[in-house]
């Protein structure tokens, strides 16, 4: 079964960066898209940026103004997502999502989420 | 940016209620069209993609219909598992986008 795994949680300080890892395993990696979305306490579902694990190409909502870069590592079937400058804003559930060979498809399968929160 | 809003931002409603949640986009996306549930401190999960289908596992009476830039999700009987904040994406054009979520209440 289609199964993706998450880094752990983070704390870390407003200018930082943060890397979250999803790791994929059930299919072959390479066929399924992955979307990374976040959710903010109390705020609804946000959606960040796509990526086609067999090229390697991306992209992003503008929403971040370039601080998000989401990469893949077909050695491992790991997707990575960076963001940086991080801003007490950003403090939120992050999710990795995808299960579809369609870059228009649909998020069959979510990662647990990732808490990152951001505090000086 | 496409822009996608849901209605009503909140719904009281009984077990056993029938009810409808709405979405639209400010342009059309044909069908592509997804709704999610999601519940507090859980994963969202998907109930409903290309504005009809039904994921495996996901109880019939919930269904979804529209096309273009209207779309309806429909619970036909709820139950008390239902109670959760919906919310609709398009998939159409990048950046997808999310509608701003529906709270579904007791």
């Known amino acids: 079964q289609v199964q993706l795994v998450q880094s752990g949680p983070e704390v870390t300080k407003p200018g930082a960066s943060v890397n979250i890892s999803c790791k994929a395993s059930?299919?072959?990696?390479?066929?399924?898209?992955m979307q990374w979305v976040r959710q903010a306490p109390g705020q609804g579902l946000e959606w960040m940026g796509i990526?086609?694990?067999?090229?390697?190409?991306?992209s992003y909502t503008q929403n971040f103004q370039g601080r998000v870069i989401i990469t893949r590592d077909t050695s491992t079937s790991t997707v990575h997502m960076e963001l940086s400058s991080l801003r007490s804003e950003d403090t939120a559930v992050y999710y990795c999502a995808g299960g579809s060979g369609s870059y228009r498809g649909p998020m069959f399968h979510w990662g647990q989420g990732t808490l990152v929160t951001v505090s000086s | 940016d496409i822009q996608m809003t849901q209605s009503p931002p909140s719904l009281s409603a009984s077990v056993g209620d029938r009810v409808t949640l709405s979405c639209r986009a400010n342009q059309s996306i044909n069908t592509y069209l997804n709704w999610y549930q999601e519940k507090p401190g859980k994963v969202p999960n998907l109930l409903i993609y290309?504005?009809?289908s039904l994921p495996s596992g996901v109880p019939t009476r919930f269904s979804g219909s529209g096309s273009g830039t209207d779309f309806t999700l429909t619970i036909s009987s709820l139950q008390p598992e239902d109670f959760a904040t919906y919310y609709c994406q398009q998939s159409y054009s990048l950046p997808y986008t999310f509608g701003q979520g529906t709270k579904l209440e007791i």
């Open positions: 990526i086609n694990p067999s090229g390697g190409s991306a």
């Open positions: 290309t504005a009809s």
């Open positions: 059930g299919y072959t990696f390479t066929h399924y898209y």
